[in-house]
């Protein structure tokens, strides 16, 4: 009988409700990957679109991190200085050169494309000027401080993103970069992946349209994960 009563305890009564707060579980793996004793990291957040909703950094913020938070929309950027007033929260349209687009905003993300190519489309569409994630980062108070976790939902831009960080002052040591392509094949061939790889990166995850990178052997790792 007391054997039935535990099996039915540990069967119905056992803890285990994981909350998480980006997309598709992605900050649940960064907690797989990240030293627990990590407690006061810095992530950047390019496409950062809402402070808890859908969030890749919001679990990080909660944890005691801090770090940049970007997006095109001036909108999104004020719930950022509310709801996470402790970051860097900036509105920018991120790229590798600085050059006049336009950008069209959109639920989840803006799609950014150059002037005069899109002049039929629908939203509203509004003139910006470029800046590059070097320039960004050289405003805040992170200027030349290594990223721990970099965040990328720039809708299709992620390799121009890349491209506007210096890799030999910043090299994330952790990459989530938004993907659609649907096998590993393709993943393989884009050149996000090639421009990842050929830094030094392994993808380590891929959670429906987030690919995950790490930087073998950094010390934000689990001891398992630095091999």
């Not at 990590?38 to 679109?49: H, L």
């Not at 969030?55 to 996470?84: C, H, M, Q």
């Not at 506007?164 to 993907?179: A, G, H, N």
């Not at 990842?196 to 994960?225: C, D, N, Q």
């Amino acid at each position: 009988m007391l054997d039935k009563l535990r099996f039915a305890r540990k069967a119905f009564l056992t803890n285990f409700l994981r909350i998480h707060y980006s997309q598709f579980g992605e900050d649940i793996i960064l907690g797989e990957l990240l030293d627990n004793n990590k407690a006061d990291g810095f992530y950047v957040d390019v496409g950062c679109y809402h402070p808890k909703k859908f969030s890749n950094t919001y679990a990080l913020y909660k944890r005691g991190w801090r770090g940049v938070n970007i997006d095109a929309e001036p909108e999104k950027i004020e719930l950022f200085k509310i709801a996470r007033p402790a970051d860097h929260n900036v509105v920018a349209a991120v790229s590798d050169v600085v050059e006049e687009v336009i950008l069209y905003p959109g639920g989840l993300g803006s799609t950014i494309l150059k002037t005069n190519a899109a002049d039929n489309l629908r939203h509203d569409p509004r003139r910006v000027t470029t800046q590059t994630l070097n320039n960004i980062l050289a405003k805040s108070s992170y200027a030349g401080q290594q990223i721990d976790v970099l965040s990328i939902d720039v809708e299709g831009m992620d390799s121009r993103v890349l491209g506007s960080l210096d890799f030999d002052t910043y090299r994330p040591k952790i990459i989530l970069v938004e993907d659609h392509h649907p096998t590993i094949d393709q993943i393989l061939e884009t050149e996000t992946y090639r421009i990842l790889k050929e830094k030094g990166y392994a993808l380590r995850s891929w959670t429906f349209y987030t690919l995950i990178f790490v930087l073998p052997g950094a010390g934000i790792l689990k001891e398992r994960e630095r091999s």
